[in-house]
């Protein structure tokens, strides 16, 4: 969801920029100097702010995000559904005037998810919601049948690893975090695997659940075998744990038609301002900055900022420009799967700040669609975007290193 964002801002910035990206003068300025430059932009901050949240550009960004998520829908790497997305940002980012709009063919791992279900057979027959995880293998054809054991932690299966061997590993961890309970969905399959398991199951990474399965990513060690690995909702892991400490025996079918393809063609969509994600490609020295929003797109309160010290007083000057909107943070550190390959490199990064109580709700389940997103939460964050990208690129210093 967080390019359509970009078609957005881009259409806004074209609107606004008139001068061309300039780099001249005496330098290096001193940061008086630049925060009078930076309070020089308070009008076109707010005419920004004005334009996106009461303006004609309201609702832009969530009508666009909408038009695109309904057409293409999910979009794995290397799926056609990705190649249908790029098609249309290519499109879109010309119909919008951006200059340098091109593609650069790439070469990326495309797993696909296949046909897959799970039964519980004993006590009784249920249909049990699963997701396979990212690059999970697939079931045997005929799929797995096994016994399960049900554990709340790593410690648990280490200490009851006798008992593991042949079944089928049900992870019901109690989330703590994102950051800490994500490890179960990121290596259960491995550490079940090293104890002999033929399949896991993994307690759905969320605080909240409609008995929605909720996927992601997973990693297997190259000494440890491979075995299907897929989610489960809450209530389910629940429902087994509670049979598993009745003492209950519980019968589980699980079968995963998954494949994985190593080298799939796809593309990059590159814009003036989007980049490359290779950047080997392109002289970095001339980036400002690089953004990212990949952690909803809620209310937004700031910045995370990746960069120098000199960096971050400029970028908490320019977000003092976001105070009609009271989205003026700036956090320690930016994230984002897709600018670390930048700020790794020493490129300046910025991410959205905004209020994530509810985004674990929807991560990665069936129930992410348009429904989740509010439009004037949506207007917000396109303000934020664009007030921070229009000052960086107009501003007559790039950011410092
Ligand atoms: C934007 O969305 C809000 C919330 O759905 C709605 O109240 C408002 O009328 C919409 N504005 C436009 C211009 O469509
Ligand atoms: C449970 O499901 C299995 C497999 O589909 C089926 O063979 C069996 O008859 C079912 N048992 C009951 C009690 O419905
Ligand atoms: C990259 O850009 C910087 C700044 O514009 C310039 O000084 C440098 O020579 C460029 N390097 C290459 C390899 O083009
Ligand atoms: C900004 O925050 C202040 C203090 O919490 C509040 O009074 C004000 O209504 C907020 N403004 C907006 C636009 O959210």
Not at 116 to 142: D, H, K, Y
Not at 143 to 169: W, Y
Not at 255 to 265: E, V
Request: aromatic residues 8%; contains cysteine; hydrophobic residues 40%.
């Amino acid at each position: 969801m967080k390019y359509l964002f970009l078609v957005f801002l881009m259409n806004l910035l074209s609107q606004y920029a008139g001068k061309p990206l300039r780099r001249g003068g005496s330098y290096p300025k001193s940061f008086e100097d630049i925060k009078n430059e930076i309070a020089g932009y308070t009008d076109i901050a707010k005419a920004i702010i004005d334009l996106a949240v009461h303006g004609k550009a309201q609702n832009r960004s969530y009508e666009r995000l909408a038009v695109f998520a309904d057409t293409i829908g999910p979009r794995l790497s290397g799926s056609k559904n990705l190649d249908a997305a790029i098609k249309y940002m290519f499109s879109a980012l010309q119909k919008d005037g951006l200059e340098n709009v091109h593609l650069e063919p790439v070469k990326v791992p495309h797993w696909e998810r296949g046909e897959e279900f799970a039964m519980m057979l004993e006590p009784r027959n249920q249909s049990i919601a699963i997701l396979g995880l990212g690059n999970s293998v697939a079931t045997p054809p005929e799929g797995i049948t096994a016994e399960v054991i049900v554990v709340t932690s790593f410690d648990e299966l280490h200490k009851r690893s006798q008992e593991a061997k042949g079944k089928i590993v049900v992870y019901n961890e109690p989330f703590i975090s994102y950051g800490e309970t994500v490890q179960y969905r990121v290596r259960g399959a491995v550490e079940a695997a090293k104890v002999g398991a033929v399949a896991s199951l993994i307690r759905s990474i969320t605080s909240f659940s409609i008995h929605s399965p909720h996927t992601g990513g997973q990693s297997y060690q190259p000494d440890v075998p491979q075995i299907p690995t897929a989610c489960i909702s809450v209530e389910d892991a629940e429902m087994m744990s509670r049979m598993s400490l009745r003492g209950t025996k519980i019968v589980v079918h699980l079968k995963m038609g998954a494949k994985t393809y190593p080298d799939s063609p796809s593309f990059n969509t590159v814009a003036e301002i989007v980049g490359s994600k290779y950047p080997e490609q392109e002289n970095i020295s001339n980036f400002d900055i690089v953004m990212e929003s990949d952690e909803g797109t809620f209310k937004p309160s700031g910045l995370g900022f990746t960069g120098s010290a000199k960096a971050r007083e400029i970028v908490k000057e320019i977000m003092t420009l976001l105070l009609p909107i009271n989205a003026t943070d700036v956090y320690d550190n930016a994230d984002g799967t897709d600018i670390d390959y930048w700020m790794r490199d020493g490129v300046p990064g910025a991410s959205l700040h905004n209020d994530i109580s509810k985004y674990f709700w929807f991560h990665h389940s069936q129930g992410d669609m348009m429904t989740v997103q509010d439009p004037n939460q949506m207007n917000l964050c396109a303000a934020v975007w664009t007030v921070v990208s229009y000052v960086i690129a107009d501003m007559e210093e790039m950011l410092p290193r």
